[in-house]
């Protein structure tokens, strides 16, 4: 009977009133921080840049956040009981690029302030990041003749020597390039260039490409977003 009571009396001092409130507060502003992190990523998305999946992880990471620091509180046993049980989980899905990365850690970062019942300080920091990535954002749109990063493939017949073939085009439309590989493709008859290019007017892309296909003698020219080369 002594066991049975010393385990309701801890289960009534775990689940008290002050505890649940503390919790479902902080749920609750972690849910209105994420919604304001994810309508800031979708405002500062250009186009096919915003990803539906990235803003719903975007509102359920800081509530999950929130939740468990609610649980753990000052408990060590907890804490290790929780990294263990996360290490098991495994990531396949692949972000689109460095910006998903950043507003999920942004949704982490709150949901850890706010985890820990500093609400205000947790909003402050919200509301401050996200108007800097919205200043940041509206600066760098629609830039006229702004350069833009992308995967130039180049296909040159074995007959031409690919050795600074294209650097004089590649300077003189784009604001840097770099060479990234070189590959033998069909047989050894063709010699597959990638370039990570930034180029400077996307009205002279074509120019660019035609003065390009009299360079390679008319084979394979692919210009594509940027994409990084796996080594």
């Known amino acids: 009977m002594e066991s049975l009571r010393q385990f309701f009396d801890g289960v009534f001092e775990i689940n008290s009133g002050l505890n649940i409130v503390n919790t479902v507060m902080a749920v609750i502003v972690a849910g209105i921080l994420g919604v304001i992190i994810y309508l800031t990523y979708k405002l500062t998305c ?3 840049t915003y990803d ?3 803003g719903l992880v975007l509102i359920v990471v800081p509530i999950v956040v929130a939740l468990l620091l609610s649980v753990i509180g000052t408990s060590i046993a907890r804490a290790f009981s929780l990294a263990g049980a996360l290490s098991i989980v495994r990531y396949r899905s692949v972000l689109m690029g460095p910006r998903s990365i950043v507003y999920i850690f942004f949704g982490m970062g709150a949901g850890f302030v ?32 702004s350069a833009s990063r992308k995967t130039l493939t180049v296909d040159v017949p074995e007959s031409i020597n690919y050795d600074g073939l294209l650097d004089e ?6 604001d840097g390039y770099s060479l990234e590989s070189v590959g033998i493709v069909s047989g050894g008859t063709i010699t597959e260039l990638i370039y990570q290019v930034r180029i400077r007017d996307a009205n002279e892309t074509k120019a660019m490409l035609d003065e390009l296909r009299v360079l390679n003698g008319n084979f394979k020219i692919l210009l594509s977003q940027y994409r990084p080369v796996v080594q």
Do not use: D, Q
């Open 114 to 145: 706010s985890g820990v019942g500093l609400y205000i300080p947790a909003l402050i920091f919200v509301l401050l990041t996200c108007a800097f990535m919205v200043v940041y954002g509206l600066a760098t749109s629609n830039k006229k003749g």
């Open 169 to 174: 085009t590649l300077k003189k439309y784009t």
């Open 52 to 54: 539906e999946e990235v």
């Open 46 to 48: 250009r186009a096919f």
